[in-house]
């Protein structure tokens, strides 16, 4: 039998908390993220040698660690060279670096996708490299990137359920402390995940109806 006292006053109060706190986080790690994969995939498609060898770098270091080391590294580690951060300010800066490290990916695949007919056309018009690379073809390659992504905006979602490693207490951490009070881990964890397929599912809508506003007929998406 559903115990409707446990939900209404110990369970959803905490998890609503824990929600507006992932949101907290998931919003503009989502978002600086992005600018930031991009700055960074466009670097690593047409910046000169040494900045590409940057991106690159900064890019495997950061898709190689594991996501949960980089939150002990900077709440934890980071301390003993004087830097601090507060619990959420350490696991927004983790997921923007992570997010970013995978959106330029996402983003450098798209870049180089454009024919470099169109590169050499502008080119030819009197665009410099900036020029080209803003006017003509990031226009063109974020409508390829769209799909991959968004695909990063659903893992972000997933993994900001890390955030309670160092302490802040969002959507996962709220649920954990509710579970240990009460033993009672079946039915917090199963809301949990319905609260997490929930924000996935709304995620996933928002993105499909993106990527249908910006498609162009015959260009790389069908419309469903």
Known sequence: ?????????????????????????????????FVGGVLIGCMRAFGPRWLRRLGDWYTA???????AV???MIYYALPKLGIYFAPYGAALTSFILCT????????????LSIRQGQISAAQALGFNTWQTVVWIVV???ARRALPGCGNEIIYLIKYSSLAYLVTCMELMGEGKVVASDTFRFTEVFLTVGAYYLIMVTLATWLLRWLERRFHVPGFGFSAR
């Open 1 to 33: 039998m559903l115990d409707t006292v446990f939900f209404s006053h110990d369970l959803l109060p905490a998890l609503n908390r824990g929600l507006r706190v992932s949101l907290a986080l998931i919003i503009p790690a989502g978002s600086l993220g």
């Open 61 to 67: 270091l950061l898709r190689g660690v594991p996501l």
């Open 70 to 72: 980089q939150l002990m």
């Open 100 to 111: 970013a490290a995978y959106q330029s990916e996402y983003v450098r695949g798209a870049l």
């Open 139 to 141: 226009p063109q390659a």
